[in-house]
């Protein structure tokens, strides 16, 4: 299973990015598609989640309303659209799948998550 991660960049706050995964084989063998962030010497932090079925997303308080979480299961795709963008996003931002479902564990935990990508450089400028 592979996961590649793109889309990253610079970019002005209040600006916007798109960021890309490509997940090898089908995307929908994958019970949640997640988005996790990090910044050097902090831990990996939730972004957004997108459950396949029942189609359930979850987003982090800090991007509610700005960021978006788009699950494109026949492009095997998982979109992160980010609008108005904040020097407090910058990080290295990376996809994540759950393969199953797992008892007792929550969309908002790393460890939840079977499969990560490589990370793409988010640098919002104030």
């Known amino acids: 299973v592979q996961l590649q991660a793109s889309g990253g960049g610079l970019v002005q706050a209040g600006g916007s990015l798109r960021l890309s995964c490509a997940a090898s084989?089908?995307?929908?063998?994958?019970?949640?598609m997640g988005w996790f962030r990090q910044v050097p010497g902090k831990e990996r932090e939730f972004v957004a989640s997108a459950r396949y079925k029942p189609a359930i997303i979850n987003y982090d308080d800090s991007v509610k309303g700005r960021f978006t979480i788009v699950r494109d299961n026949a492009e095997n795709t998982v979109y992160l659209q980010m609008n108005s963008l904040k020097p407090d996003d910058t990080a290295v931002y990376y996809c994540a799948a759950q393969g199953n479902f797992k008892g007792g564990t929550y969309y908002y935990q790393p460890s939840n998550y079977d499969y990560w990508g490589q990370g793409t450089l988010v640098t919002v400028s104030s």
């Open positions: 084989g089908r995307m929908v063998s994958y019970y949640r």
